[in-house]
């Protein structure tokens, strides 16, 4: 594995993590139990958009 | 720019702080042997190129110091920060407590493993077929989270655990036979599927 995939994963993941991490602490800090669709919607958009990486990673045969 | 400004005209500080920061998580029991690792790494490649950087500019500005010696540039700064960042990011826990909240870690999970899959796909470390293995079993399981997300959860219970069980045999599928392999490591404890 290279530098530059490594950095990509740990960017990616990080960005991951960042993102639910947000939604899931202003959803403790609120007190909700019930995310709001816009929340579903971005979380829901890092698994589609993770899809479309591993697409590529499986075009390259 | 008044925090950064605030922030920069404490850099010595603020690092100092952070640095203490990074060293109760490192040590903590919280994270895995691989991500301390990184830590360990990580830190010490900073501290090594902030120490050359830091002779370099006493040297250059031994006649007009900054008020902390010169220590570290913006730019130097702004790299510390954002690799900071970033391990801060991959060693925090997912706090999961109610229903929404567990579709949103499914959600995370899977962009975890379909960017873990072709991290290793392209390194050759996994072959094309597992890895699309990997692909038809996370797409199953986004279906199935997406279901699950428009049910109350008495009704989505269920469809959830469904999901997150074939995410985890997608986890499997490529960390199974490698757990001590970083990226498998760092994965295995995130999705805590």
Not at chain 2, 18 to 30: F, H, M, P, Q
Not at chain 2, 58 to 64: G, V
Request: proline share 2%; glycine share 6%.
């Amino acid at each position: 594995m290279n530098a530059a995939d490594l950095l990509a994963l740990l960017t990616q993941s990080a960005n991951t993590a960042l993102v639910i991490g947000e939604i899931l602490t202003r959803m403790n800090s609120e007190g909700r139990d019930k995310a709001t669709p816009e929340e579903t919607a971005r979380a829901r958009a890092l698994a589609v958009d993770s899809d479309a990486r591993l697409s590529q990673a499986i075009a390259r045969g | 720019m008044q925090i950064l400004k605030y922030l920069w005209e404490r850099r010595t500080t603020v690092l100092g702080y952070i640095v203490t920061v990074l060293g109760v998580l490192a040590t903590s029991d919280k994270f895995t042997e691989s991500t301390v690792e990184w830590f360990v790494l990580i830190i010490g490649v900073i501290t090594a190129l902030l120490g050359h950087h830091n002779n370099a500019q006493i040297k250059k500005q031994a006649a007009s110091p900054s008020p902390e010696g010169g220590f570290v540039r913006l730019g130097l700064l702004a790299m510390l920060i954002g690799v900071i960042s970033l391990v801060l990011a991959a060693c925090t826990s997912f706090v999961v407590r109610s229903y929404d909240q567990k579709v949103m870690a499914g959600y995370a999970s899977v962009a975890l493993i379909n960017d873990t899959a072709a991290t290793l796909k392209n390194a050759s470390v996994i072959t094309l077929g597992d890895a699309q293995e990997v692909q038809r079993k996370t797409r199953e399981a986004l279906a199935g989270i997406d279901t699950a997300a428009k049910l109350t959860p008495e009704l989505g219970q269920g469809q959830l655990a469904d999901a997150l069980a074939l995410l985890k045999t997608a986890q499997d599928l490529i960390c199974s036979s490698r757990p001590q392999e970083p990226n498998c490591a760092y994965l295995t404890q995130r999705t805590q599927l």
